[in-house]
């Protein structure tokens, strides 16, 4: 990590995690200051949420699970990346598709 190049100081690694409805995306980059985000790693693991929305646009166990597995095996990436601010972020396409409501469970 902190790799100087073209004559710009070594940075810092991030991570934008993006949660869509059909997959979780996270992007790793090195960044520093007046220099372009240079690409470390990229993982996308597959969510499939809009198949899980019930009756009441609520998520489902199953889609929360997914969604919860998804990202802990991306910032189990994070981690192995040393990306040292993974930042989360709900994707477009999630909410249109998804609607407005939070991801619950089910009281009964």
Known sequence: MG???AGYPAGVRL????????????QIV??????PP????????????????LP???????GADRAAGAVATAIEA?????????????SNGCAETCGTHSAT???S
């Open 30 to 35: 090195e960044a520093a200051v007046g220099a």
């Open 78 to 90: 994070a981690y192995h990346y040393e990306a040292t601010r993974p930042r989360p972020r709900n």
């Open 105 to 107: 469970r089910p009281t």
């Open 3 to 5: 790799v100087a190049t």
């Open 38 to 53: 240079l690409p470390v790693h990229a993982i996308r693991v597959p969510t499939q949420l809009a198949d899980e929305i």
């Open 15 to 26: 991570g934008l995690l993006d949660i869509g409805s059909n997959s979780a995306q996270l």
């Open 56 to 62: 009441d646009g609520s998520l489902s166990v199953a």
